[in-house]
């Protein structure tokens, strides 16, 4: 079975960071690809951060610069220090994993990040 560990989310004021965890257990298959999305209310949800096997990283335009994905060797956690963090970072943050065999996504519930002006 399938299990994820979010953590990391809260409350904090524009301009402070923020760091993500995410923990996988379970995949059927080896992990390919692992990263976050996102959902604010009344808003499609939007590519974050991902990151490879390979360590290839890519960022929505709106957080380049800010937020930095990275990943433990053992390939199954990923972690999303956010910096600089803006209210319309406001939203549920999901984590993502990809099988290498297949391409099947899995998500975890989220958790909440909340930004104050």
């Known amino acids: 079975q399938v299990q994820f560990v979010e953590s990391g989310g809260g409350l904090v004021q524009a301009g402070e960071s923020l760091r993500l965890s995410c923990v996988v257990t379970?995949?059927?298959?080896?992990?390919?690809?692992m990263g976050w999305y996102r959902q604010a209310p009344g808003k499609q949800r939007e590519l974050v951060a991902t990151?490879?096997?390979?360590?290839?990283?890519n960022y929505a335009d709106s957080v380049k610069g800010r937020f930095t994905i990275s990943r433990d060797n053992a390939g199954n956690t990923v972690l999303l220090q956010m910096n600089s963090l803006k209210p319309e970072d406001t939203a549920v943050y999901c984590c993502?994993?990809?099988?290498?065999?297949?391409?099947?996504?899995?998500w975890g519930q989220g958790t909440q990040v909340t930004v104050s002006s």
């Open positions: 993502y994993a990809r099988t290498i065999i297949g391409g099947y996504d899995y």
């Open positions: 379970g995949m059927p298959f080896s992990i390919n690809a």
């Open positions: 990151i490879t096997r390979g360590g290839s990283e």
